[in-house]
């Protein structure tokens, strides 16, 4: 099992993020510790949040007070929902948040099942909880966990430092194509966009954009497409290359074949839902750009924003990791569209957003039906919100090569071997 601790200063956030699971089906709360119960049993996120408050009021000094924890199977186990509220007391005691309210939620809406526990690290007297050797403590928590519970263990140390997965581009280096190829042709296998822009949006993620070409041959209209690298502003800084440099899967046919095939694939996906209520909370709970952003960061959603040389917003995208999707902001809602973060960024016209519920079940703990072996995730595992990398965080969207997360080798060993033999082949290249 691996545990994975995010601290953010966004309490808020982190809450509404896993109310927004469990509100459209996609996951539920299975425990709750010291939290304010309400006599319908209906929780909305600021009724959630008034029972952290006398903590943060106590502590006004800590930045970083939430702790948005993850606990996460190998795949291969089958963990039952009272094996998981047994774990996540364990695991908080075990840390030192025992006494402390927190919420354990679990998630069912990726190829997985696992658990958030959200909480805080200021005790009621104001006084911070040590994290002095966190990453050690929890590692030795969750090998212990394992042994009791009877879980894969994660013992794998094996961690290749060379592993660059979807790297951004440097286009000061002289092996810029490669550097290109290495990102375009994984992109269409993971990831679902349904027009040039969204495609473009993604790309920009790693200094990367495209453009039309047109012109004639033999009488005939033709139409290219090439890939341009970009500078740290996004501003174009190199050669252009013809995207049948990288291959027929590069062009245009295939790229339109890619959009029409994902058309079909998201146009009832659950996951719109998702992104598009987690957007509308951001844009609730934040007054500027830069909060707004870095509140879906946390939460694995990067945003793009296009604007004229007026400064005025005329295009929105939101990169979904979460799903592996890409999404116009249009495209969402219209009360997303570009024009209504123009008015609240620029004229300071804030939209009238309800606030979402959800329903705490009222089951006791019982030993319910196991959950199917899944597959996990390959890619993009490497999503971090951890307080040092929000310069990383704020210029690559949260897109971090495995070395530099900063996370302790023996859990992150675990990861890479759960990726199974696409890791290990790239590793042997």
Not at 21 to 32: A, D, P, S, Y
Not at 128 to 141: C, L, P, W, Y
Not at 381 to 393: A, V, Y
Not at 411 to 428: I, P, T
Request: neutral net charge; hydrophobic residues 30%.
């Amino acid at each position: 099992m691996i545990a994975k601790i995010g601290r953010s200063e966004n309490l808020y956030g982190a809450l509404a993020y896993n109310n927004l699971k469990v509100e459209k089906e996609n996951g539920q709360i299975l425990f709750t510790n010291k939290i304010i119960e309400t006599p319908s049993g209906a929780y909305t996120v600021s009724q959630l949040t008034q029972s952290f408050e006398p903590y943060l009021i106590a502590n006004r000094n800590t930045q970083y007070h939430t702790l948005h924890i993850s606990l996460n199977p190998d795949p291969k186990d089958k963990v039952s929902d009272y094996k998981y509220r047994e774990m996540a007391q364990e695991y908080m005691r075990e840390m030192g948040y025992g006494e402390q309210p927190f919420v354990v939620f679990k998630h069912t809406d990726i190829d997985r099942s696992h658990i958030h526990i959200v909480s805080v690290c200021v005790d009621e007297q104001g006084v911070k909880i040590s994290d002095s050797f966190e990453k050690m403590r929890s590692m030795n928590v969750c090998r212990e966990l394992e042994r009791k519970h009877g879980l894969i263990p994660a013992t794998d140390k094996e961690h290749n430092h060379n592993d660059k997965v979807f790297r951004p581009v440097d286009y000061r280096a002289s092996d810029i194509k490669s550097q290109i190829a290495s990102v375009i042709r994984h992109l269409p296998n993971y990831y679902q966009y349904q027009t040039l822009g969204e495609y473009n949006a993604l790309l920009s993620l790693f200094n990367i954009t495209t453009e039309k070409v047109e012109g004639e041959l033999h009488g005939k209209a033709q139409q290219g497409l090439l890939y341009i690298p970009l500078n740290e502003k996004g501003e174009r800084a190199g050669h252009p290359f013809k995207a049948s440099l990288f291959g027929k899967n590069a062009g245009l046919p295939a790229l339109e074949l890619h959009f029409a095939k994902c058309k079909t694939t998201l146009k009832d996906t659950p996951a719109k839902q998702t992104l598009k209520s987690a957007v509308t909370i951001a844009l609730q709970s934040t007054n500027n750009e830069q909060a707004f952003k870095k509140q879906l960061g946390e939460q694995g959603i990067n945003v793009v924003v296009r604007r004229n040389d007026t400064g005025r917003i005329y295009g929105m995208t939101f990169i979904d990791h979460n799903s592996k999707s890409v999404w116009n902001g249009s495209r969402l809602s219209k009360e997303l569209s570009a024009n209504t973060f123009n008015d609240y960024w620029n004229n300071n016209i804030k939209p009238d957003i309800k606030e979402p519920t959800v329903q705490l079940p009222k089951t006791s703990p019982s030993n319910d039906a196991d959950l199917p072996a899944e597959e996990p995730h390959h890619l993009f595992d490497f999503l971090t919100t951890e307080k040092h990398e929000d310069r990383l965080i704020e210029a690559f969207g949260g897109l971090l090569i495995p070395e530099a997360q900063g996370e302790d080798y023996e859990e992150q060993g675990f990861a890479n071997k759960m990726k199974k033999k696409r890791k290990r082949k790239r590793g042997q290249q």
